[in-house]
């Protein structure tokens, strides 16, 4: 066989094969054969615009972790629908690429000064107070950026915020319009109010009338399937034991304490940079950094010169300070320069991917590590801890294969010295105490604990606590007996009962000649919108929206209450409240009016450009 392979290799069509092969690699490398079999189409496209499958992997990751983060303490990955969650940032993304390919054809910019400002003032990225470079990258690590990626990021949301803030900057309310809604809103009413109550003390609900609503209910009235579980807790405090931590110990974390400072020397440091862009080429920057550091050299003062020639949006309002550095935290030539510098020394012209340096070093200190006696009960509670994670973490490793060889909790109760406990019945939406949280709610309601009748996999509800479940008893779901919700039908009806001869009472009266009929009315003056106190919100929005009276001609309405009651509102007269409102005020409620017709406005053209736009999601 391998001679017949041989034979036909030497063939034409060989040839031809190997030579495509050749010239595919030569231009577009060894993925491009994978690619060619594994290419998928882009998840959307707009406008002939492609949105990229990493665009949405990504998207979906940082959603996960914001909602993640907005979870809490509760977080759990298996909460959130992969499919739901693809389709919402995949339609953000629609959203967001339609408003940015109008956004640039419409002009909008952004610099990359600004950029760089908005980088280097971010709180996230700065330790104690200014921008930190290790803090920026450790931080763009952690959300999946590289800084290219993320400054590609923060120029789209820039240019997206622009675009909204546009509208909302252009909309604007006349004066008249604003001082109708001031009137309007400080705008007060004498009403009078009759109530009438749902007295219940008198009503009586037969036995058929519960039936009925018994029936009527049908599944409303099922219950939850429902588990009662026994579980064992593994809990790390329980290792914790700072008697059992020995001088010897002790001198041992101190001595790695003492190291971790050896060779943390920090230098305050200033520096004037120069960017090389097309207004400033290379030997441009040169030049100018060798005409300021014969400046220097004549006695100018660094912060001046720092001010007036740095391009260094960060520093140069501040002279140049960079504050204390340390060792690796400008890495290369930045660095190289730095530390071979005496206080007080200026640097000859650095060059770095940033541009032209002049750095001068205005301190130089040391980091000592404090005396033991500062820090020995620190040092023993650090060693505890330690102590306590390690056997911990080794009776975690025991605990977890306890759990899958055994067939009960009693094994595992026996060897981890843990108390086998007795939960309460709880169902798919939760219990009481720990029950409340979800993952042990989906390991108790899971297969292998309901329909296998065996131990769950160890469930680690927080940081050093872990939970093993097994089923103690499964109640199924069922509809409740007419006598467990006897009470509450007959209190409901009742309730129903009152509340609509309340209501017709009210009705009745009114249709009676309201102004005429012996009532209880209470008369409340000057009342304003939303006030708040005894009155109750939907007597409130009634007299407001009822009309102005005429004359002596009052208007009357029948109001429904929240607690069953019902009650007749008469509007007697209108007044206008004699509060001041300042031009603060004024100002304020202009630009929340325009605010709001701003976002009115952009949101209906938005829909118009999405309207328009070909979107294809494949």
């Known amino acids: 066989m391998l001679q017949s392979m041989r034979d036909n290799s030497q063939g034409i069509v060989a040839k031809i094969l190997v030579g495509l092969i050749i010239v595919v690699f030569a231009l577009w490398g060894v993925d491009s054969l994978v690619g060619l079999a594994t290419a998928k189409p882009a998840p959307a496209e707009v406008n002939g615009q492609e949105i990229s499958e990493t665009e949405l992997f990504r998207g979906i990751d940082l959603q996960r972790r914001q909602v993640l983060t907005q979870m809490g303490d509760n977080a759990d990955p298996a909460l959130l629908d992969d499919v739901v969650l693809r389709q919402v940032v995949l339609n953000n993304l629609i959203d967001r690429t ?37 803090q920026f990258e450790a931080a763009l690590r952690g959300a999946g950026f590289t800084p290219l990626s993320y400054r590609e ?62 029936e009527a209910l049908g599944d409303q009235l099922l219950t939850e399937e429902q588990a009662i579980v026994d579980f064992v807790v593994l809990d790390q405090a329980k290792f914790l034991n700072t008697d059992s931590v020995t001088d010897d110990d002790i001198s041992d974390a101190y001595l790695q304490l003492v190291a971790s400072f050896d060779g943390k020397e920090e230098r305050k440091a200033r520096h004037i940079l120069l960017e090389i862009n097309e207004g400033q080429g290379l030997e441009s920057a040169l030049s100018l950094a060798s005409d300021i550091r014969q400046k220097l050299s004549e006695g100018e003062s660094f912060s001046d010169l720092a001010a007036q020639y740095s391009q260094d949006i960060g520093s140069a309002d501040s002279g140049g300070d960079l504050g204390y550095l340390t060792p690796g935290l400008f890495a290369g030539p930045f660095d190289d320069a730095l530390f071979s510098l005496n206080t007080g020394e200026i640097s000859q012209p650095v060059e770095t991917e940033f541009g032209i340096h002049l750095i001068k070093v205005d301190d130089i200190r040391g980091q000592t590590a404090p005396e033991i006696s500062e820090v020995r009960e620190d040092l023993r509670s650090d060693v505890a801890e330690a102590n306590a994670e390690k056997e911990y973490v080794a009776a975690l490793e025991r605990l977890t294969d306890l759990a899958f060889s055994s067939g009960d909790l009693v094994p595992i109760a026996e060897e981890l ?79 129903e009962v009152a509340s609509s001869a309340a209501l017709e009472s009210a009705r009745r009266a009114l249709a009676n000649g309201a102004s005429n009929v012996n009532l209880e009315w209470a008369l409340i003056s000057d009342l304003s919108r939303g006030q708040i106190g005894d009155l109750e919100p939907e007597v409130v929005d009634t007299a407001f929206a009822m009309p102005k009276p005429q004359g002596d001609l009052r208007s009357y309405e029948v109001v429904q209450l929240n607690d069953g009651s019902a009650a007749i509102v008469s509007v007697d007269a209108i007044g206008q409240s004699q509060d001041v409102i300042g031009d603060e005020i004024r100002t304020q409620v202009s630009r929340m009016l325009s605010r709001s017709e701003g976002s009115e406005a952009f949101r209906a053209y938005f829909e118009h450009l999405k309207s328009s736009a070909e979107i294809a999601i494949n």
């Not at 990225?125 to 930190?132: C, L, N, S």
């Not at 010295?417 to 709610?441: P, R």
């Open 153 to 214: 990021l923060l120029r789209k949301e820039t240019l997206l915020n622009q675009l909204r803030t546009s509208f909302d900057s252009s909309a604007f309310m006349t004066g008249s319009e604003v001082e109708e809604l001031l009137r309007l809103n400080t705008q007060t009413r004498d009403i009078r109010v009759a109530r009438f109550a749902a007295d219940q003390t008198s009503v009586e609900v037969s036995d058929a009338d519960v039936q009925a609503s018994y």
């Open 98 to 134: 339609v408003q940015l390919s109008h956004a640039e054809t419409s002009g909008l910019f952004v610099s990359d000064q600004r950029l760089d400002l908005m980088i280097v003032t971010t709180s996230e990225f700065q330790v104690d107070g200014r921008f930190d470079r290790g």
């Open 417 to 495: 010295g843990l108390e086998i406990q007795t939960s309460d019945a709880f169902s798919l939406s939760g219990g009481s105490s720990e029950f409340a949280d979800q993952k042990l709610v989906r390991a108790a309601f899971s297969d292998v604990v309901i329909k296998e009748g065996l131990n769950s996999d160890p469930v680690e509800l927080n940081r050093g606590r872990t939970f093993v479940l097994n089923l103690n008893e499964l109640q199924p779901a069922r509809r409740l007996s007419l006598d467990e919700v006897r009470d509450d039908i007959t209190e409901r009806l009742k309730r």
